[in-house]
């Protein structure tokens, strides 16, 4: 069984902080990375997307891949309140465009 | 800019009742995809259509059929509800398979059943 791990927090931090969100997975053939976002009662929406190894910046988020150690992050710079959700790590799998979702990270930001 | 739309947005059924979830894109995707999510678990595929005319099954299939209507539509159909169906039922959509293809979801239907 393929698997997405993450830990479910609540991971607080303070307005301004950096938070660090990690993703663990278990199929090493893995070559599709994503995070999405998602509010209470809302639907994911999707931020970053990452596919080499190393680091891919957009404005306040950085996505990190280490595939040697399969293993992908998301940091946030400056974090708000309004960056207080649940992130989902996603990892496809497979021949088709399969997506195999971590449980997710609930991140809050206090001021 | 309507994107990916589910109808309903909440559902109440009993017991052995049967309903069908209905999903519509606009954006000329090709695949479609419809996932269960329960609290503490991620999203779990049930079902997805790689094209039109095509439909496979997810990790979580039994319970559920589905029909991919036309490229537009994609409709998941509960034949007997049973209580360990009650999830909130997100549909997907992506420009086609790929490794770099992101899905952009609808906002899901929340289905209880007594």
């Known amino acids: ?111 | 800019n309507a994107g990916v739309t589910q109808t309903p947005k909440f559902q109440v059924l009993k017991t052995g009742q049967s309903m069908t979830l209905q999903c519509a894109q606009d954006m000329n995707h090709n695949s479609m995809y419809w996932y269960r999510q329960d609290p503490g678990m991620g999203l779990r595929l049930i079902y997805y259509s790689a094209s039109e005319g095509t439909t496979d099954k997810g990790e979580v299939p039994n319970g559920y059929n589905v029909s991919r209507l036309n490229k537009r539509e994609f409709s998941l159909r509960l034949e007997s509800a049973a209580p360990s169906q009650t999830s909130v039922y997100f549909c997907a959509s992506s420009e086609r398979e790929g490794d770099n293809q992101p899905q952009h979801f609808g906002d899901g239907t929340r289905l209880s059943i007594l």
């Not at chain 1, 990892?91 to 997710?104: C, D, E, P, R």
Request: glycine share 8%; hydrophobic share 30%.
């Open chain 1, 1 to 111: 069984q393929k698997e997405v791990e993450q830990n479910s927090g609540p991971l607080s931090v303070p307005e301004g902080a950096i938070a660090s969100l990690n993703c663990t997975y278990s199929d090493r053939v893995s070559q599709s990375f994503f995070w999405y976002r998602q509010y209470s009662g809302k639907s994911p929406e999707l931020i970053m997307s990452i596919y080499s190894n190393g680091d891919k910046e957009d404005g306040r988020f950085t996505a990190q891949l280490n595939k040697a150690s399969q293993y992908v992050s998301l940091l946030i710079r400056d974090s708000q309140p309004s960056d207080s959700a649940t992130y989902l790590c996603a990892v496809k799998t497979g021949g088709y465009n399969k997506l195999i979702f971590g449980a997710g990270t609930r991140l809050a930001v206090h001021p």
